[in-house]
């Protein structure tokens, strides 16, 4: 369990705030800065949600997490918190997440499939 977490939460968000630290002096990556370290941060909050549940999809939690996405973007367009609200943030948060949804399933198959030659 802890090695999946390494892997599907702390790597993840380490990498996304490396991203987001070493590279704004770089003004042509702007797209990467912006999107990838929030895709990653998605992709860790989710994977460690379904690490918690024992890999298990806990629908209740899931709709928390994808709601609190959109409850983010909206407290920052209307000022609440700081930073940019972005329709796009909300794209990538979806996207991230559902990847981290579809490899936790990978992840439970391997185990099973791994399982029977046991």
């Known amino acids: 369990m802890y090695k ?17 630290a070493f590279t704004e002096k770089y003004t ?9 370290p929030d895709g ?5 909050f989710v994977s460690c949600l379904l690490l ?4 298990k999809i806990n629908t209740f939690w899931m709709v928390m997490a994808y709601s609190s ?13 700081g930073g940019t609200a972005d329709v796009y943030d909300i ?3 979806f996207a991230f997440s559902s990847l981290a949804i579809v490899v936790n399933k990978l ?6 499939h791994l399982e029977k030659f046991q």
């Open 4 to 20: 999946e977490f390494i892997y599907r939460v702390f790597l993840p968000v380490c990498l996304g705030a490396g991203i987001y």
């Open 91 to 93: 794209f990538v948060y």
């Open 69 to 81: 996405f959109i409850v983010f973007e909206y407290l920052q367009k209307i000022e609440i918190i």
């Open 107 to 112: 992840t439970v198959l391997k185990k099973q």
């Open 52 to 55: 918690i549940w024992n890999e």
């Open 28 to 36: 042509y990556l702007n797209d990467v800065k912006n999107y990838l």
């Open 40 to 44: 990653l941060w998605a992709f860790g």
